[in-house]
Nanobody, 127 residues
Framework: QLQLLESGGGLVQAGASLMLSCVAS????????MGWFRQGPGKDRDFVAA?????????KYADSVKGRFIISRDNTKNTVTLHMDSLKPEDTAIYSC???????????????????WGQGTQVIVSS
């Protein structure tokens, strides 16, 4: 059974760092691109970062997090990680990892390209 389990969220002050992890199971992790999305209070789910399948040499970021967040993957641990620096109050959201719907050799920001989601982990950034 496919499972995506996020962890690492919390309450931090603006300017702090957090590292989110998503442990995957139930499928061949290295064969799928992965992504992180977030949903703030009263907002739609938005793209944050994506990483290509395999060794993940190709990544993509939302403009709002570029230069502050880094996505990476460890296929030996079936884990995708989102390292977040210089956090801002507007980064407050529930962060979810997702698996791409198809085996595609791309890092995609499109919500519709993802079919499987974790429950999410809450990040709150205070000013």
């Amino acid at each position: 059974q496919l499972q995506l389990l996020e962890s690492g969220g919390g309450l931090v002050q603006a300017g702090a760092s957090l590292m989110l992890s998503c442990v995957a199971s139930g499928f061949t992790f290295s064969s799928f691109g992965m992504g992180w999305f977030r949903q703030g209070p009263g907002k739609d789910r938005d793209f944050v970062a994506a990483i290509r399948l395999g060794r993940g040499y190709i990544t993509k970021y939302a403009d709002s997090v570029k230069g502050r967040f880094i996505i990476s993957r460890d296929n030996t641990k079936n884990t995708v990680t989102l390292h977040m620096d210089s956090l801002k109050p507007e980064d407050t959201a529930i962060y979810s990892c997702a698996r791409q719907r198809l085996v595609q050799n791309i890092a995609t920001p499109r919500l519709e390209d993802y079919a499987d989601w974790g429950q999410g982990t809450q990040v709150i950034v205070s000013s």
